[in-house]
């Protein structure tokens, strides 16, 4: 069967990737054993095209021997604008965590190009390029006092309450700054674990997501991978 990026994987991109929901490298985290040593590297600071993001993930997909399929900016743009917001009506507590639910696609996406990788039926890698890198480093420092305050918070809603856990995880890329996580959301008879590795540079941020992965450890190390084969492949553009 033909997979297509459908408006499920662009909810998840634009509720966890591009407003960076995680825990971070080298800084504020839940638990000192949780605090990951900083990994600052240099990585190009243009602006990347929509272009420049689609060759780019085409020539990793094929030489990663990927079924994608990819998500161009013409294609997804629309679809993510248009998306119903997951999280309507949903109030999350403590109320500092409610950043989580106050992302703005429209804001987000404005003078950013986008492009999205399925790597299966439910995992994929997003790359978002920025004109203004000050944007990447307000969800640096957002992500990082979200870790802190936001280990664990509840959502609550018309179907019911959820409670979501969150654990910092070791990660490291070739980008001035990788966060990763690993996110356990249950309502007490569905648990749901999330695994994404986000990585910063420039005005691009390039993060992979993975659902219920059986092998978290082995999907940070694929995602650290990816990542750095997509910023190589930009670095040449």
Do not use: W
């Not at 700054?177 to 994404?196: D, K, M, W």
């Amino acid at each position: 069967m033909k997979k297509t990026i459908k408006a499920s994987a662009l909810l998840v991109a634009g509720v966890f990737v591009l407003s960076g929901c995680g825990s971070s490298e080298g800084k504020e985290s839940a638990s000192a054993e949780s605090s990951p040593t900083p990994t600052v590297k240099a990585v190009g600071e243009k602006q990347y095209t929509a272009d420049e993001l689609e060759d780019a993930l085409a020539a990793v997909m094929k030489d990663k021997d990927l079924d994608g399929p990819i998500g161009n900016d013409e294609t997804v743009r629309p679809d993510m604008m248009s998306a119903v917001d997951p999280l309507e009506g949903i109030t999350i507590a403590p109320a500092a965590c409610d950043v989580l639910a106050s992302t703005n696609i429209n804001k987000v996406l404005d003078n950013a190009y986008i492009a999205i990788l399925l790597l299966n039926e439910t995992d994929s890698l997003t790359v978002v390029s920025h004109s203004d890198p000050a944007v990447l480093e307000k969800q640096v420092v957002d992500n990082d006092k979200l870790l802190g305050e936001c280990a664990q918070y509840t959502m609550e809603g018309p179907g019911g309450q959820a409670t979501v856990v969150n654990e910092g995880i070791d990660a490291s890329t070739d980008a001035d700054t990788t966060q990763a996580f690993h996110s356990i959301t249950s309502n007490g008879t569905i648990e749901e674990g999330i695994t994404q590795v986000a990585a910063a540079s420039g005005t691009t941020n390039i993060a992979a997501r993975f659902v219920n992965a059986s092998d978290p450890e082995a999907s940070v190390a694929e995602a650290e991978e990816i990542i750095n084969a997509v910023y190589a492949e930009l670095e040449k553009k």
